[in-house]
């Protein structure tokens, strides 16, 4: 609802401006930096007794602590704009080392078994590694 004013045009630019933060504002939403840094520790996590440890690896990649991350991925905290980046940022380069981790794989398979059975698969994680430079780049 926009109310009437004597400065009626100021009022609906400032309407506008609301809009355009909040839509801002859900992309950088406490739930999404949550599923990053769930996604981070399961990656991370090396069986059932390691979850302190994954916590702490993650957090140190994210530039925080493990309690802090673990509130985070909890819903206690809300993250702040330079945490939230600083956790994409975290979780790309996670993802950026898997797939330097499937193309050493796909290497050696190709190395034991010739490049015909896993030709296409090579191609395909190259693209995967382009997405997430261009996803890093555009930051």
Known sequence: MIRQTSNHEETISKTENRATVMSTVQMF???????YGRKMVEIESRGNGDQMSALERVGRECGLGARALR???NGETIPTLPVFIRMR??????CERQIRKLEMLI??????FGHEPLEGIGAEVQALAA???AA????
Request: proline share 3%; aromatic share 4%.
């Open 29 to 35: 939403s406490p739930d999404i930096a949550a599923q």
């Open 71 to 73: 509130r985070i991925i």
């Open 89 to 94: 940022a975290g979780y790309l380069n996670i």
């Open 107 to 112: 290497e050696t398979e190709k190395a034991r």
């Open 131 to 133: 997405k997430i430079e």
């Open 136 to 139: 890093k780049r555009a930051r």
